[in-house]
């Protein structure tokens, strides 16, 4: 009963004019070349007028909302840390006195430094995921640089020193396994057990990798769900009691964001998305913010991404993508005949 109420309280949630979820690409260049992603890195850094833009869309909302939630994604948002300050601290400045400002970010974390860590915690920007594949030399076959050398002792460096910062944040370490590599995770974990076994801070969430895409797609190895669930069984059970496990579904069925009416992804050039993965896709591309902060959007293609709630499918709610492209493509194939 108290999960079906959590439920009803999420969905209700995410219709509420109330709340806002801005999903922002401060940029959408990378200083990665991860050998899995499915991102094209060919827009840069969002220019100043689409900054105005969205200082001119808050200026709409904020008087109104009790919450404002951005999410901050790329590209890596780190390249582009001053629009990040920039616009947290203006909603901070602009909101009505009750309204709540926080934030997250999905980061390589190379160049989350201890210093602008703490400025941007002390912003409201307090939950953080970073990906790890492996421990050392593993992790740097895959996750590595624009010019091939790896990343994961500065990552780790940076991790170990926000241990020592007596602020309120939460650290998801996002490890990457596939069925082929997830025993390159275990002297992780077990380095994870020993070096923030006192912080309930940092989170561990294991996540396998998909195939979405890119120009390595071809290269990567699908890991079937009956295997992910063997993987995560026995790297679960490696792990320290003392460390969190970080699950996305832990408060019941999970709504992805781009299904929920009151969030919205704003790209680097201006253009809007629901979903932070189909970038490229004509059903993602929604329209543009305006310079005067108003949305100018595809309402119809807008509703295609709210299918999830019209036919009560907790997949098509977790994850709207695949039935917002089948719908389109059946649409357009009877519209052909």
């Not at 699950?247 to 299904?259: F, K, L, T, V, W």
């Not at 591309?285 to 709210?306: A, S, V």
């Not at 649409?331 to 052909?336: F, G, H, I, L």
Request: charged share 25%.
């Amino acid at each position: 009963m108290l999960e079906a109420n959590k439920f009803k309280n999420e969905v209700k949630s995410s219709f509420s004019n109330r709340h806002l979820n801005l999903i922002i690409f401060p940029t959408e260049k990378c200083n990665f070349r991860c050998t899995y992603c499915y991102e094209d890195f060919k827009i840069g850094k969002m220019k100043q007028t689409v900054v105005e833009s969205l200082k001119r869309l808050l200026d709409h909302r904020l008087l109104n909302l009790d919450s404002l939630e951005f999410s901050w994604f790329g590209g890596e948002p780190m390249l582009a840390s001053s629009i990040i300050l920039e616009l947290h601290d203006y909603a901070i400045r602009n909101k009505n006195k009750d309204c709540i400002i926080k934030g997250n970010m999905s980061t390589n974390g190379h160049l989350l430094t201890k210093e602008k860590f703490s400025e941007l915690v002390n912003l409201g920007l307090t939950q953080y995921q970073i990906s790890l594949d492996g421990f050392n030399e593993i992790h740097d076959k895959t996750r590595v640089l624009i010019n091939g050398k790896g990343t994961f002792e500065k990552i780790w460096n940076n991790l170990k020193e926000f241990r020592s910062l007596e602020l309120n944040f939460e650290i998801i370490l996002r490890l990457h396994y596939s069925k082929s590599t997830y025993e390159n995770l275990i002297p992780l974990i077990k380095e994870i057990n020993t070096v923030f076994k006192d912080d309930s801070r940092f989170k561990i969430y294991l996540k396998s990798i998909e195939n979405l895409g890119g120009p390595h797609s071809n290269d990567i190895e699908e890991t079937t769900y009956n295997e992910q669930l063997h993987i995560e069984k026995i790297l679960n059970d490696l792990v320290s009691q003392r460390i969190t496990k970080f699950q996305i579904n832990q408060d019941g069925p999970y709504i992805c964001y781009a299904s929920k009416p009151n969030s919205i992804a704003i790209r680097a050039d201006g253009r809007l998305s629901k979903c932070t993965v189909a970038l490229n896709s004509d059903s993602n591309i929604l329209g543009k913010i305006k310079e005067d902060g108003t949305l100018d959007i595809d309402n119809e293609k807008l509703r295609n991404w709210f299918i999830g709630f019209e036919t009560q499918d907790l997949g098509t709610l977790a994850c709207p993508m695949n039935a917002v492209i089948n719908k389109i493509t059946t649409a357009n194939n009877v519209y052909k005949k």
